[in-house]
């Protein structure tokens, strides 16, 4: 497995540990960790630090020129709200670890210009799969269903 | 003016008085402020805590049946990120102080499904306009440019 993805797959494994929902991110910047992060609903009672954003608040304050250089990582396909962070700092490419159970905005997100990569990883897709089928409420709140 | 909006206003004067980015939000449910907020880059090194962000964070955790019957209150158009925050959870309406100074995607957001309501406030014009004048580098990180 690509290591960034494996990084973002063990912060997924983490949050599950915590309790949590195991979806995790990483946010790279010429070839090296600039933030990681997983979702944080659980245990800060959070709203809006999915993986993704927790990633890019873990990234701290960037410019513009750093976002250019950048890839973010995620084990699961990004929702409108982190597609959008993405969109914002104009991220231009994005590696998902899977769709299957979970499909964020891709095709919007593709015209306007970012690389979207779809790995299809099968751990990605069993880790999630166990989750929703333990914990359907969790996960129906967190993507706003 | 509208009371939620003003009460927006009044977060972004509090962000500014904080050496912030003088933008607010408020949630709205039922007739009641459920979260406030404004953006916290400066004040807590936050690159996700934009305005709407922040008022999210602070009305918890909430269901969709919750989201469904808000409204989302902003002193400027939402950005990529803060739109698709608000199309996440399903956020039927969108009150927006103005759009002059910066816009987002509010077309795609309209497509959505999302009534965008477009106040086109001169206070909230006037603090935006003063604020990009004064610091347009930090303005500029703040919407990824």
């Known amino acids: 497995m690509d290591p960034f993805l494996a990084a973002a797959l063990e912060e997924a494994r983490l949050g ?7 979806i ?3 946010l ?3 070839g090296q960790i600039a933030g990681r ?3 944080r609903r659980v245990q800060q009672g959070s709203a809006v630090l999915h993986a993704e954003m927790d990633a890019l ?3 701290g304050r ?5 976002y250019a250089r950048s890839t973010l990582y995620s084990t699961l396909s990004p929702c409108d709200m982190c597609s959008g962070a993405a969109l914002l700092y104009g ?7 899977e769709n299957r159970t979970f499909q964020g905005p891709e095709d919007y ?4 210009g970012v690389e979207l990569e779809i790995v299809d990883d099968p751990e990605c897709v069993e880790l999630m799969r166990r989750f929703i089928a333990e914990k359907p409420e969790l996960w129906n709140e967190d993507i706003g269903v």
């Open 109 to 112: 997100v593709r015209s306007r």
């Open 28 to 30: 790279v910047i010429d």
């Open 37 to 39: 992060g997983h979702n």
């Open 62 to 66: 960037l410019t513009a020129a750093d």
């Open 91 to 97: 991220v231009p490419r994005v590696v998902v670890g």
């Open 24 to 26: 995790g991110s990483v």
């Open 57 to 59: 608040e873990n990234a």
């Open 16 to 22: 599950l540990a915590e309790g949590g929902i195991p």
